[in-house]
């Protein structure tokens, strides 16, 4: 964490950096697992569906949630592939908000904590000059 000076401008270390290992390319890892306990016993199953599945979320999927409230899909097939029993309708299987909320838990609850540390480490106010979108 750093502090800014105006005149001049120049920064200053306030607070140890943090590394934690939970960015996003953990969420595919746990999206694999979520995959493979919604599709077990499908023809969508094996390993090497599961893989391709989920290279389709952690390309395409992935990058397009951004209503936590809304299912996502994700593509498993073509248009013709319907499976009622594992939620797949016209190809795509859906995931629903909370199952699609929780790959993400890890990873936010990682950065929140970090910056929370970080923020005892600093003697300081603490103002933010930027604004994250999640």
């Not at 105006?6 to 607070?15: G, L, N, R, V, Y």
């Not at 595919?28 to 090497?48: D, I, T």
């Not at 309708?89 to 929140?112: C, M, N, P, W, Y």
């Amino acid at each position: 964490m750093y502090s800014m000076k105006f005149d001049p401008t120049s920064f200053e270390e306030i607070a140890p950096a943090e590394c934690r290992l939970q960015g996003s390319v953990f969420v595919p890892r746990r999206a694999k697992g979520l995959l493979q306990k919604k599709l077990q016993g499908s023809r969508y199953s094996s390993r090497e569906m599961i893989d391709n599945i989920t290279n389709t979320f952690d390309q395409t999927t992935k990058l397009h949630i951004s209503n936590a409230e809304q299912p996502a899909y994700v593509k498993v097939g073509t248009v013709r592939d319907n499976n009622r029993a594992h939620s797949i309708k016209a190809g795509k299987l859906r995931l629903l908000r909370q199952e699609v909320t929780k790959l993400f838990d890890d990873s936010i609850s990682a950065v929140i904590n970090a910056f929370e540390q970080q923020r005892n480490y600093v003697t300081m106010p603490i103002t933010v000059a930027a604004t994250l979108r999640v």
